[in-house]
T-cell receptor, first 114, second 109 residues
């Protein structure tokens, strides 16, 4: 079954703890993205990666970190430095070399900080 | 900087009525514009893009560079059109896709 897989779907963490959200794709896409979705705020870009071992900050990268060691994987770590981490996180990938600009999204991960 | 504005958080229309979801953008170069849709309990997905000039599920959108707008239109709304709609912009040569805050469309039976 092809697509984007995010895990876990729901995650609870205590303040001061780091947490890592997983994103895996088997679409052979070059580019991968992390967005944060908050009610009334739409989607805001956290980080994106065009190729393996390279990534760029988006609009709200502070308090987050990523890695891109494999083409199919783009994990996001929400660190204790993120002041308001409770949110819905969406991962996406894109066959950017095709030039279509279409993003394929995962089902999302909802993080709640207690 | 690139910015996308969707002025309506919520739009309610009756079934069979015309629909127009507004989108305005700010970008200094030549943008590529998209509409994404999220139906209840489904993933966010691409609805249409301006370069294709296509009609998907009866929806169309025309890029108006003079007014910097990319409004989404459908002549007759259906109940299954109820969803969250996001307008998005990609700059030429960029990998970054910027989204608006979204408009929730509710079609009343």
């Amino acid at each position: 079954d092809g697509g984007i897989t995010q895990s876990p779907k729901y995650l609870f963490r205590k303040e001061g703890q780091n947490v890592t959200l997983s994103c895996e794709q088997n679409l052979n896409h070059d580019a991968m993205y992390w967005y944060r979705q908050d009610p009334g705020q739409g989607l805001r870009l956290i980080y994106y990666s065009q190729i393996v071992n390279d990534f760029q900050k988006g609009d709200i990268a502070e308090g987050y970190s990523v890695s891109r060691e494999k083409k199919e994987s783009f994990p996001l770590t929400v660190t204790s430095a993120q002041k308001n981490p409770t949110a819905f996180y969406l991962c996406a990938s894109s066959p950017w070399t095709s030039g279509t600009g279409e993003l394929f999204f995962g089902e999302g991960s909802r993080l709640t900080v207690l | 900087a690139q910015r996308v504005t969707q002025p309506e958080k919520l739009l309610s229309v009756f079934k069979g009525a015309p629909v127009e979801l507004k989108c305005n953008y700010s970008y200094s170069g030549s943008p590529e514009l998209f509409w994404y849709v999220q139906y209840s309990r489904q993933r966010l997905q691409l609805l249409l893009r301006h370069i294709s000039r296509e009609s998907i599920k009866g929806f169309t959108a025309d890029l108006n560079k003079g007014e910097t707008s990319f409004h989404l239109k459908k002549p007759f709304a259906q109940e299954e059109d109820s969803a969250m709609y996001y307008c998005a912009l990609k700059g030429a040569g960029s990998y970054q896709l910027t989204f608006g805050k979204g408009t929730k469309l509710s079609v009343i039976p």
